[in-house]
């Protein structure tokens, strides 16, 4: 079955990075574009980036524009965000999700999401 | 940016109950829209696409309509697992944006 893993969530200061990943099985990871989205704590959800399914094509939201850059390696089957100049408003749990159709990178949905990882920005 | 608006923010119903809920765009969005379903502590559950599909496995006492600027989300004859908070999402352009959410609670 499809399934979605993140990690690389934990505490870290303010001003530092992190990395997080996204371990995808269970679908061919290399024609579908993916997703993060976070959701800070009691709030609601925050769309945060997109890669196409080839690396070609990437968005970012404006609030993490120019900090956050999302990547991934077909090879491993692996999205990442790396997340650069973190501060508390960036405390949240981040989601990976995949998009619902193979080599489209407009106009389709997200269907599966990952359980979610934590990161705390704190001193 | 594509603003998503939902109404009402929170709901309290009964099981057994249907309600519905709207979500309005600030821009025509044609049909690209989905709702999420999130319970406490767990990650959002995609329920409908294209406004009005369904996703695989997701059952028919769940249904979308809508079209343009305006969107409603059906939920019928509601059980005690129907209860949680429910997301809007336009995927018409980048960023997509995601309404504030829809909490239903028990009455």
């Known amino acids: 079955q499809v399934q979605l893993v993140e990690s690389g969530g934990g505490v870290v200061q303010p001003g530092r990075s992190l990395r997080l990943s996204c371990a995808a099985s269970?679908?061919?990871?290399?024609?579908?574009?993916m997703h993060w989205v976070r959701q800070a704590p009691g709030k609601g959800l925050e769309w945060v980036a997109v890669?196409?399914?080839?690396?070609?094509?990437?968005y970012y939201a404006d609030s993490v524009k120019g900090r956050f850059t999302i990547s991934r390696d077909n090879s491993k089957n692996t999205l990442y965000l790396q997340m650069n100049s973190l501060g508390s408003e960036d405390t949240a749990v981040y989601y990976c999700?995949?998009?619902?159709?193979?080599?489209?990178?407009?106009?389709?949905?997200?269907?599966?999401w990952g359980q979610g990882t934590t990161v705390t920005v704190s001193s | 940016d594509i603003q998503m608006t939902q109404s009402p923010s929170s709901l309290s119903a009964s099981v057994g109950d249907g309600v519905t809920i709207t979500c309005r765009a600030s821009?025509?969005?044609?049909?690209?829209l989905a709702w999420f379903q999130q319970k406490p502590g767990k990650a959002p559950k995609s329920l409908i696409y294209?406004?009005?599909s369904l996703q695989s496995g997701v059952p028919s006492k769940f249904s979308g309509s809508g079209s343009g600027t305006d969107f409603t989300l059906t939920i019928s004859s509601l059980q005690p697992e129907d209860f949680a908070t429910y997301y809007c999402?336009?995927?018409?352009?980048?960023?997509?944006?995601f309404g504030q959410g829809t909490k239903l609670e028990i009455k």
């Open positions: 294209a406004a009005s």
């Open positions: 821009l025509g969005i044609s049909n690209y």
């Open positions: 269970g679908f061919t990871f290399s024609s579908y574009g």
């Open positions: 890669i196409s399914y080839d690396g070609s094509n990437k």
């Open positions: 999700a995949k998009k619902d159709t193979a080599m489209v990178f407009y106009y389709c949905a997200l269907d599966v």
């Open positions: 999402q336009q995927y018409n352009s980048y960023p997509y944006t």
